[in-house]
Antibody, heavy 121, light 106 residues
C-alpha cells in the first residue's frame, strides 16, 4: 500500500521560505510516475502547485512558478517543496500526491493526509 | 490556462435522491477529466477518471459522463456517507480543479 506523509514547519513568517517534505512508503519513487504538491487554503478549493519525476524533471503551475522549487531524493524515497517569499495568501493545507498515468487515464491516486502551513508573523 | 466551473456550488438532498453536478471547462478538454470526493479534514479521494471510468472499489452509485467542455457527475441514490465536497479536475493542460460542490443531507 502506497503511503505519503508530509512534514515541515506549521508556521512560517511572511517573506520567508516555506519548506515541506513528503516521505513515500510502499512504492519506490525511482520506479516511476510523477510526484506532486497540491494546496488548499482554509475553506477554499484545490490548487495544483507542481510535480516532479524521479529523474528530477519538473513542471509547475505558471501562477507560482517564479517562487516554487520541487526536488526529489530517491535515496530517501522522498520529495520536497520550497515556496519562497510567502504571504498570508499562501496559508493552506499542503498535500503531496502521486500522479498516476497510463493509456487509460491520468490522475492523483495516492495522497498524504495534508499539513496546515500558516503564514504569520 | 483552462478554467473549470461547477454548479451548483452546494446542494441539499434527501437520502435516496439522485444528485447531479455539472462541470464546465473553458475549452475543449476531450475526456481528460477526473472527479474527486473530499470529506472534512481529509484528503481528496479519486472516484471517476477519464470522465466516466469508475475507480476500483468505488460504489457503482457514482458515475460520470461528458466530453469536450461539458461534464456531469451523478450519485444515483444519495447515501449519508456521501456527504462531502466534490471536485472536477482537468488534465488536458497541466492540472486545474473546479471550485467544488458541497453536498449535504436535507
Amino acid at each position: 500500500q502506497v503511503q505519503l506523509q508530509e512534514s515541515g514547519p506549521g508556521l512560517v513568517k511572511p517573506s520567508e521560505t516555506l519548506s515541506l517534505t513528503c516521505a513515500v512508503s510502499g512504492y519506490s519513487i525511482s520506479s516511476g510516475y510523477y510526484w506532486g504538491w497540491i494546496r488548499q487554503p482554509p475553506g477554499k478549493g484545490l490548487e495544483w502547485i507542481g510535480s516532479i519525476y524521479h529523474s528530477g524533471s519538473t513542471y509547475y503551475n505558471p501562477s507560482l512558478k517564479s517562487r516554487v522549487t520541487i526536488s526529489v531524493d530517491t535515496s530517501k524515497n522522498q520529495f520536497s517543496l520550497k515556496l519562497s517569499s510567502v504571504t498570508a495568501a499562501d496559508t493552506a493545507v499542503y498535500y503531496c500526491a502521486r500522479r498516476y498515468f497510463d493509456w487509460q487515464g491520468d490522475y492523483f491516486d495516492y495522497w498524504g493526509q495534508g499539513t496546515l502551513v500558516t503564514v504569520s508573523s | 490556462d483552462i478554467q473549470m466551473t461547477q454548479s451548483p456550488s452546494s446542494l441539499s438532498a434527501s437520502v435516496g435522491d439522485r444528485v447531479t453536478i455539472t462541470c464546465q471547462a473553458s475549452q475543449d478538454i476531450s475526456n481528460y477529466l477526473n472527479w474527486y470526493q473530499q470529506k472534512p479534514g481529509k484528503a481528496p479521494k479519486l472516484l471517476i477518471y477519464d470522465a466516466s471510468n469508475l475507480e476500483t472499489g468505488v460504489p457503482s452509485r457514482f458515475s460520470g459522463s461528458g466530453s469536450g467542455t461539458d461534464f456531469t457527475f451523478t450519485i444515483s441514490s444519495l447515501q449519508p456517507e456521501d456527504i462531502a465536497t466534490y471536485y472536477c479536475q482537468q488534465y488536458d493542460n497541466l492540472f486545474t480543479f473546479g471550485p467544488g460542490t458541497k453536498v449535504d443531507i436535507k
